[in-house]
């Protein structure tokens, strides 16, 4: 059992930046198997960044050059750096990680950007 917590969201304006994280209860895994996903009322979950098996990240089209993910094995921490939001970033973000053949989401983090 896993257990994810995001932290960071908030109100932000318009070209402004924040920084998500997410702290998993358990080590003995890579923190690079954990990706972002994000949800907005009446719409499935997407996915907004994680990394392919080669360790390479990838980006969903709508943030590439704006969101950047990363991750800190020592603090069981994967991070999303969020630099120019726009409006329709608005969303619930969540983290998630697929291990030992379950998936484990965490409760969300709300990220609100005002025009």
């Known amino acids: 059992q896993v257990q994810l917590v995001e932290s960071g969201g908030g109100l932000v304006q318009a070209g402004e930046s924040l920084r998500l994280s997410c702290t998993a209860s358990r080590r003995h895994f890579s923190i690079n198997r954990i990706d972002w996903y994000r949800q907005t009322p009446g719409n499935q979950r997407e996915l907004v960044a994680g990394?392919?098996?080669?360790?390479?990240?990838n980006y969903a089209d709508s943030v590439k050059g704006r969101f950047t993910i990363s991750g800190d094995n020592a603090k069981n921490t994967a991070y999303l750096q969020m630099n120019s939001l726009k409006p329709e970033d608005t969303a619930v973000y969540y983290c998630?990680?697929?291990?030992?053949?379950?998936?484990?989401w965490g409760k969300g983090t709300l990220v609100t950007v005002s025009s």
């Open positions: 998630h990680l697929n291990y030992g053949g379950m998936d484990y």
């Open positions: 990394f392919t098996d080669s360790g390479r990240s």
